[in-house]
């Protein structure tokens, strides 16, 4: 079946440092995949995606690449900002697979210290 | 704007007794999702919705029941609370088209002791 792993948190950095979260997933299909990111007390809301092989989403500065040799959906981000502490979540769906239900990875939590 | 929201946003109720969550959304989508949310678990789906009527188990589904009767709510039951279901609560909906980005709620934090 499908499914997302995540690097495990929390990852603490300094402002201005640079970020990368890894994610891997296992899919049968083609699947299109996401991150979330969750702010304190707040649902998820989706950061950026990417719905087919060596796309890059974008969005805030985040960046992250669709890589189907190496099954990956890596997050980066140039330089972290207070304001970018949450918990992130890869995740992933497939409507051949799946129908329209995301799988999400367990979570990776980023504090960015002044 | 539209929007989806939840009620309550806080509960705490007794092992034993009934329990309903509301999930009410404006945006006329047709799939509707239940997850909870623990620590180290990320998102488990508890139930979703395809449109009215239509209702389908997710991956942890035991103890709770969903109904849909109309395209704007999905109300979560519990039919009888039990410590484990302790949570946060999320409803999400998203479009039956070829985006399949979810739009999440607020959440409701369930305690039951």
């Known amino acids: 079946g499908n499914s997302v792993t995540q690097m495990e948190g929390p990852v603490t950095l300094s402002e201005e440092a640079f970020l990368t979260i890894n994610c891997t997933y296992t899919?049968?299909?083609?699947?299109?995949l996401f991150w979330y990111v969750q702010y304190p007390g707040e649902g998820l809301q989706l950061l950026l995606k990417a719905t087919k092989a060596d796309d890059k989403g974008s969005n805030k500065g985040f960046e992250a690449t669709y890589r189907k040799e190496t099954t990956s959906f890596h997050l980066e981000k140039g330089s972290v900002q207070v304001s970018d502490s949450a918990v992130y979540f890869c995740?992933?769906?497939?409507?051949?697979?799946?129908?329209?239900?995301?799988?999400f990875g367990a979570g990776t939590r980023l504090f960015v210290k002044a | 704007d539209a929007e989806i929201t939840q009620s309550p946003r806080h509960k705490i109720t007794e092992t034993g007794r009934q329990v309903t969550l509301a999930c009410h959304q404006t945006?006329?989508?047709?799939?509707m999702f239940w997850y909870r949310q623990d620590l180290g678990h990320g998102l488990r789906l508890i139930h979703y919705s395809y449109g009215v009527h239509d209702t389908n188990k997710g991956e942890v589904s035991d103890g709770y029941s969903v109904s849909r009767s109309n395209t704007e709510d999905l109300p979560l039951t519990l039919e009888s609370a039990a410590s484990s279901q302790t949570s946060v609560y999320f409803c999400?909906?998203?479009?039956?088209?070829?985006?399949?980005?979810?739009?999440f709620g607020p959440g409701t934090r369930l305690t039951v002791t």
């Open positions: 995740a992933l769906s497939d409507l051949n697979t799946g129908g329209f239900k995301t799988i």
């Open positions: 999400a909906s998203n479009p039956d088209r070829d985006s399949y980005e979810q739009y």
């Open positions: 945006w006329n989508h047709n799939n």
């Open positions: 899919a049968t299909g083609y699947p299109s």
